[in-house]
Structure formats: C-alpha cells, structure tokens
T-cell receptor, first 114, second 114 residues
Framework: QKEVEQNSGPLSVPEGAIASLNCTYS??????FFWYRQYSGKSPELIMS????GDKEDGRFTAQLNKASQYVSLLIRDSQPSDSATYLC??????????????FGQGTTLQVKP | GAVVSQHPSRVICKSGTSVKIECRSL??????MFWYRQFPKQSLMLMAT?????????EQGVEKDKFLINHASLTLSTLTVTSAHPEDSSFYIC??????????FGPGTRLTVL
C-alpha cells in the first residue's frame, strides 16, 4: 500500500509567524512531490512542486525534500490569515513521472490567527 | 494556467437516479483525466483514470458498473453515478493531465443524494 501521511492538525500559528507543514511517504521510487492548498468547498490549487533533494523557494513558500528520509515539507513565511486552509501533500509514485497519478495525504489544516 | 471546467457545480437528486458530471479541458488536450472523490474533512481519493479512447482504469474498491466513465474526446470526460444513493453524496473532482507533471484540477461538483 503506497501511503502519504500528514498530521491532520489543526496547526495554529499567529499572523507573521512561520508555518511548517510536514509529509512522509512510503514508496521509495516516488519522484515528484506536490503541495496543494484547498479552501473549504473548493478544489485544490497547486502551490509548489519539487523533484530533487533540497529546498525550493517561491515567494513566501519553501518546499523541502529529503528522499533518503522520505520526507517533504512546506514552510510558509510571514503567515497571513488568508493562508488558513487545508494543505495537501501529493506524491507521484510512477518512477517515470509520466502517468500523472498522484497519491494524496489526508491534509493538514492550518489556522493563522490575526 | 490551463483551465478545466466541471458541470454541474452542484446537484441534488433523489435516491435511485443517475447523475452525469462533465469535465472539460478548455485550452489544452487532456489525454488523461483523473476522477477523485472527497468526503467531508477527508482527503482526495482517486476513483479512476481515464485515457481518451480507451476504457477507464478503476482503483480497488471502486465499482466500475456504478461509476461509469467515458473519455470520448481529448477535451471531455464524463462520470456518471448510476442509481445514486445517499452514501454517494460527496465532492467529485476531475484532474486533467496536460503533460508530465503538468495537471489541472476542475472546480469540483458537489453531489447530494436525498
């Protein structure tokens, strides 16, 4: 069973703080990793994708990947109340990355308090 | 980014009726469409993968005779929930694949079966 695990939360942080969201996956051949944000009643929207070990930064968001530890994380700097949402970690378990089939974690609910 | 539309966005039906959900890729050709179901406060569960012109591949535990998927063209995939029951009430979301690791979610369809 290929699994993607996240702490469901809620994770509560004050406005302006750094929010750290974590995800572990079980399939070692996984090559592509994604973070999605989902507001209540809406479909997910892609925030970040990461394919190689290390950090990838995009604005206030930084994705971190450690394939040896099978761990991917998302850091949100200067958290804003509008960042309050559920964050889904997704993994492409196809070694070639071509099929696009993603396995999703259960999501972490983030609450940013003003 | 590319756009995927879904219709209807919300549907309420009586138990025993069939409901068709359309998913269209508006500005790209989606050779592959993924269909997901999401129950409240749970993650996205992949139901099936459809490729244009061929039969859909269903995930374990998903009844292919109940959830009929048709992917007749590169821009349209449909999911028909046959003889719907209250336990089928859920948020159904399609995701179109435009290329390796390039994919776009539809806005989702909220199905309520009375």
């Amino acid at each position: 069973q290929k699994e993607v695990e996240q702490n469901s939360g809620p994770l509560s942080v004050p406005e302006g703080a750094i929010a750290s969201l974590n995800c572990t996956y079980s399939d070692r051949v996984s090559q592509s990793f994604f973070w999605y944000r989902q507001y209540s009643g809406k479909s997910p929207e892609l925030i970040m994708s990461i394919y190689s070990n290390g950090d990838k930064e995009d604005g206030r968001f930084t994705a971190q990947l450690n394939k040896a530890s099978q761990y991917v994380s998302l850091l949100i700097r200067d958290s804003q109340p509008s960042d309050s949402a559920t964050y889904l970690c997704a993994v492409n378990t196809d070694p070639s990355g071509n099929t696009g089939k993603l396995i999703f974690g259960q999501g972490t609910t983030l609450q940013v308090k003003p | 980014g590319a756009v995927v539309s879904q219709h209807p966005s919300r549907v309420i039906c009586k138990s025993g009726t069939s409901v068709k959900i359309e998913c269209r890729s508006l500005d790209f050709q989606a050779t592959t469409m993924f269909w997901y179901r999401q129950f409240p406060k749970q993650s996205l569960m992949l139901m099936a993968t459809s490729n244009e012109g061929s039969k859909a591949t269903y995930e374990q535990g998903v009844e292919k005779d109940k959830f009929l998927i048709n992917h007749a063209s590169l821009t349209l995939s449909t999911l028909t929930v046959t003889s719907a029951h209250p336990e089928d009430s859920s948020f159904y979301i399609c995701r179109g694949l435009a290329g390796p690791n390039e994919q776009f979610f539809g806005p989702g369809t909220r199905l309520t079966v009375l």
